[in-house]
């Protein structure tokens, strides 16, 4: 099997949590940060330092529900949330596959980690 296809296998198998570590981590690293995803006990984190008019208008100009499972910063700036059965419409798995493949980084998964390292050469 393909380097591409046993990371894609394993994107796609992996539970919901460890998908969204890898998905932040990638967006991390190629500096996409208004698409990471964050769980809904982290709104008060992630939006301090904003005004609470700032905050107000994120919302009102998005879709957002505080009752949905997770949010993130649609590419306007405003907040959009989501549950889990939607957050395949948020994470792209054939692009952080093709960033794994090219970057040869495992975006702090073991499981790709792995993969990687008997891939090792072959790229």
């Known amino acids: 099997m393909a380097l591409y296809d046993e990371i894609l296998n394993v994107l796609s ?3 919901t949590g460890d998908l969204l570590a890898v998905h932040n981590k990638y967006c991390e690293d190629t500096n ?3 698409s990471q995803i ?6 008060d984190d992630e939006l301090q330092g904003y005004t609470p008019t700032d905050i107000a208008l994120m ?3 998005g879709s ?3 009752y949905s499972e997770y949010f993130t910063f649609n590419g306007e700036g405003n907040l959009e949330s989501f549950g889990s059965e939607d957050i ?4 792209y798995i054939t692009d952080i596959a093709n960033e794994v493949v090219a970057r040869m980084s495992a975006f ?5 980690q792995e993969i990687l390292d008997m891939h090792e ?3």
Not at 88 to 91: K, L, W
């Open 13 to 15: 198998n992996l539970n």
């Open 32 to 34: 996409q940060w208004d």
């Open 38 to 43: 964050y769980g809904m006990n982290e709104f």
């Open 59 to 61: 919302i009102v100009n």
């Open 64 to 66: 957002f529900s505080p």
């Open 88 to 91: 395949e419409e948020y994470i």
């Open 108 to 112: 702090n998964n073991y499981e790709i």
């Open 121 to 123: 050469g072959e790229v």
